[in-house]
């Protein structure tokens, strides 16, 4: 036997060990249990999500909430990567995305659940409605009963040289998102182009941007007939004192000295707005949606079908950016949570070996504490 001096001393060095083992499981980037403690008897999972940002976050969540297992795939280039601060998010408000996601992860990874591989998925296959086959860039393959496509999308930025230096610091897609940190400019311009070309449309977003600015101006970059049709809806809504200049535009640079953006004409001359407000047509990565025939409509986005965001192709369902023509983080997150739900209702029961609720808990000293009380 060993005396009791050096029992002692080997107790408090375990005791030591096991305590920092179990703070740096809680604190890795991975946050993983050390046990896997969900049952894996086919190695398919329930539900693989393409796409890890805010739509696919909110679908593991709710699917973590009925014991499913998911492996969720990101390749990281969110819509937003210029991590510009969030707003028309409750709790979040003027915060950084990307912390956001941060905190969604650390949540979904203490339920045990959730599986992160941060990889892209370049070639997905369905073999029947309940098995899907995803291959990532590294050639590895992962199968899953249900798909969830939440992969976003990127925008198509119009052909004016400039234009994407700008973009999003000097040139808004979004007066909601971003806006009211422009409020009191002196003037701004409203580029009727892409996603705004529709009259009514444009004549919307200068009541918009009029919000936020003095004066403002709709430029038609060419377009007379479109000057004309805009200026007739401006006329009826009382609106008439809006400039309207169809000129082509030939180049967008800032304006260091007003700190604004400076508009260059075909006819040679230049013009400077405090801001400017367009918004980019969106555009669909085509690999995923052409390889599993996703029906997509006149803008690019997958079509679906209310309230779970089913796509035309059964076990496959679609949410956020990518299948939404209200590009947000609420609309992401609620479509997300609702195909969520959609998917495990066509999904077989599933149990778990818990019987607490792990989404408020994680890391090796509630695995142990849980242990010690079944
Ligand atoms: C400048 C700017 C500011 C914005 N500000 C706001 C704001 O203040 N408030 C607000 O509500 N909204 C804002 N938005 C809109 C918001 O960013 C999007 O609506 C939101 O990100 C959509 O989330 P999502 O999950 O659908 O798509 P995304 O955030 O675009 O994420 C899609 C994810 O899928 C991944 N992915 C794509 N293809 C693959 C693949 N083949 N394999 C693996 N992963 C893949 C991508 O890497 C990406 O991480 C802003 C957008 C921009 C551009």
Redesign the pocket.
Known sequence: MFPLESRLSSLIWFSLSAFLLSLLLINSPEGRLPLILVDHPDNITDVLI?????????GALTLARHQHDIIV??????????N??????PTWEHRS?SDL?RTSRRELQSTGLVTF?E????KVEKEHDSLFHAT??SGKKWSGKKLLV????E?DYPDIPGYKDN??DKIL??L???GFEFRGSASAGVIAADLASSPPHAAILVEDASKFAENVTLYTNGDHELAKAISTILVQKGESHISIDPRKIIRLAKNTTSNGITLSFSDGNDRTESFLVHQPATKM?E??VGELGLETNARGDIVTKMPFYQTNVPGVFA??????P????????F??ANAGAGIARELPRRFTRHSTNRLQSGGLTTWFTNWIRA
Do not use: Y
């Open positions: 393409l796409g890890g940002s805010h739509a696919g976050l909110s795939f990101d390749d990281s280039k969110p819509r937003n990567w210029w510009t601060p969030m707003h028309v998010l995305p996601r591989v990889e892209k998925i370049v990532g860039s939440a992969i976003g999308n925008f973009f999003p897609h979004c909601f998102t971003r990565a690999g995923i949410a956020g950016d990518s299948a939404n209200f590009k947000n983080i609420p609309s992401a997150i479509q997300g």
